[in-house]
């Protein structure tokens, strides 16, 4: 076997280039939740705005709407992140062109990691350092949760985190997430779960609050207000 091949695969089969995206989405310093109650999914993350200087909070986001019915936040790299989205977004235009319905999330999602391994199986390209959760609520599916990383993996998911505090923030959730939350306790122990692994007390504008229900299966972004209301820590 080549040199080149063991410049970026070890014997066990694991990529060092795959590696080395996952270690840069932690080094971001930002981390990101998602979950699912009975009838919605949310998703929490860091302002990355509150960690730039003097950058317009307007123009910099994590939480993304990829089409009508599915929306996703981003961990990691930034300029990694808006191309994933983008490549999201074309696909799943695309697919609305050709079969006139919406791309369902798990098939979006499957798509995206089918994209990401072409980054690792390519050995002169960089493996995105880009971590997406998605969300939606849909009548085949209900509320969903799926995640993809560069390791181009993806799967459904109750709860789930990215990012540096990954770890942290999943036992978190393994111990406090119930099934059939309602809505509001939904987005309150995504709020309080950042909280915890931060070790500081999230004011409305320093996190992002995504949010997909039954009754409104667009995806949104929640404002300060509306964060507010829903958590009455602040």
Do not use: W
Request: hydrophobic share 40%; net charge neutral; proline share 2%.
């Amino acid at each position: 076997m080549s040199d080149k091949f063991y410049k970026y695969y070890l014997p066990d089969g694991r990529i060092f280039h795959v590696e080395v995206a996952l270690k840069a989405i932690n080094r971001e310093g930002i981390t990101s939740v998602a979950l699912k109650g009975k009838t919605c999914a949310v998703v929490a993350s860091q302002n990355i705005a509150t960690n730039i200087a003097n950058i317009d909070p307007e123009t910099a986001t994590s939480l993304f709407a990829l089409n009508e019915i599915v929306g996703c936040v981003v961990t990691g790299r930034y300029s990694d992140c808006k191309y994933l989205v983008q490549e999201a977004r074309r696909e799943a235009t695309d697919f609305h062109s050709y079969c006139r319905h919406q791309m369902a999330i798990d098939v979006l999602c499957h798509r995206m990691a089918d994209i990401l391994q072409l980054k690792t199986r390519c050995l002169e390209a960089r493996a995105l350092a880009c971590s997406m959760m998605l969300i939606s609520y849909d009548d085949d599916l209900g509320a969903s949760v799926f995640k993809t990383d560069p390791s181009a993996n993806y799967c459904g998911y109750f709860a789930c985190a990215s990012g540096a505090k990954q770890l942290q923030a999943e036992d978190f959730l393994r111990k406090n997430y119930k099934l059939n939350m309602s809505e509001k306790e939904s987005v309150r122990l995504a709020v309080n779960c950042l909280e915890n692994v931060l070790d500081f007390e999230c004011q409305p504008q320093d996190i992002e609050v995504g949010i997909v229900t039954d009754c409104n299966r667009k995806f949104r972004k929640l404002n300060e207000k509306e964060i507010k209301e829903y958590n009455h820590y602040f």
